[in-house]
């Protein structure tokens, strides 16, 4: 069994909604944690910097008056997601905010830093690092991450090349705290699998795109209805940073998805105003062949957990 912090213990059922880029805003996160799983978004996603301390008044304020209106029924916790990369000229700042509302959990990525990590202890905060490797998630929990985020194969955004079978089993040889699968898992069944594989959460974010309160355009959401993984494009171009995107945002660019030039790392940019190929080109997964309507964030998070006890049936 798994050492999980209190944050993480008892949660309604074992999902973690990924943060995503512009998408996620205190409407997708409040709905996600009151149908029973985390709900996360990233810090860069309010704009300007100012508007994080809003969002945050508005998580925590509407969270706990849920949980005091439903003390049988309480929300799951929620997470924010740091950029930790020299790119991200917010990071003090916004893990300033974080620290001054006690985010429950904090979600780093492109990055570890031990300072960071200290910060959300100093209050009993919870550190997840996402890592696309096991050489990577040895150095995350070394600089006092609590726990990781393993992104294997057909992740939606920054992905890796891993196998999920490969990369859980690698890491459960050595590491018995929090471990969250990512990669094409958009099903109840898939969440189980994750499990059974030895991960604690499944880690889903591709098929949130497609509910009521993302903050995404109707046009997005509908792609990932219409489109399956043979529709997902593995590049670098976009970031700097290798991630699948969705071949037909591509195309609407005016560019060939088969046909992509490799871009510079270095180049990498989390801040300012230079997130345009984000907002015309749509990040996603390989497992939205598992997404076949637009519904609400409460109707996919039941449309999970039915699945879920169905599969365990199935195998009991």
């Known amino acids: 069994m798994s050492k999980l912090p209190a944050a993480l213990a008892n949660l309604p059922f074992p999902v973690i909604g990924s943060p995503l880029f512009i998408i996620s805003t205190p409407k997708l996160v409040i709905a996600q944690c009151i149908a029973g799983v985390v709900g996360s978004m990233p810090a860069l996603n309010a704009r300007p910097a100012e508007q994080l301390e809003e969002w945050l008044i508005e998580i925590t304020e509407t969270l706990a008056a849920y949980n005091l209106a439903h003390p049988d029924k309480p929300a799951a916790p929620f997470a924010i997601n740091q950029i930790v990369h ?12 974080c620290v001054k509302y006690k985010v429950p959990i904090i979600i780093t990525s492109l990055g570890a830093r031990e300072d ?23 150095k995350a929990i070394e600089k006092g991450a609590d726990g990781l985020i393993a992104v294997a194969a057909g992740a939606g ?20 705290g929090p471990l969250a699968l990512s990669g094409s898992i958009a099903s109840g069944d898939a969440v189980l699998a994750a499990r059974a594989m030895g991960a604690d959460f499944a880690y889903i974010g591709s098929a949130f795109i497609a509910t009521d309160e ?18 997902i494009v593995y590049s670098n171009l976009f970031t700097g940073v290798h991630g699948n995107y969705l071949a037909p945002s591509i195309r609407n660019a005016g560019m060939d998805p088969a ?3 490799e871009s510079d790392p270095s180049k990498m940019n989390f ?21 076949h309507q ?6 996919f998070v039941a449309q999970l957990k039915r699945q879920y006890a169905e599969a365990k049936a199935r195998i009991a």
């Open 157 to 176: 955004g920054h992905a890796g090349l891993k196998s999920p079978f490969a990369l859980i089993q690698e890491i459960r040889q050595w590491f018995d």
């Open 116 to 138: 960071i990590n200290a910060a959300a202890h100093s209050y009993g905060g919870v550190v997840l690092h996402d890592v696309i490797n096991n050489k990577h998630a040895h």
């Open 214 to 231: 993302a903050r995404a355009a109707e046009a997005y959401k509908q792609s990932i209805v219409d489109s399956d993984s043979d529709d």
């Open 271 to 291: 801040s300012g105003d230079k997130t345009k190929a984000w907002k015309d080109i749509w990040g996603c997964g390989q497992g939205i062949g598992a997404i």
């Open 259 to 261: 046909n992509l030039p």
């Open 86 to 97: 020299k790119s991200n000229d917010r990071l003090e700042h916004d893990m300033a905010m």
């Open 294 to 299: 637009v519904q609400s964030t409460a109707d």
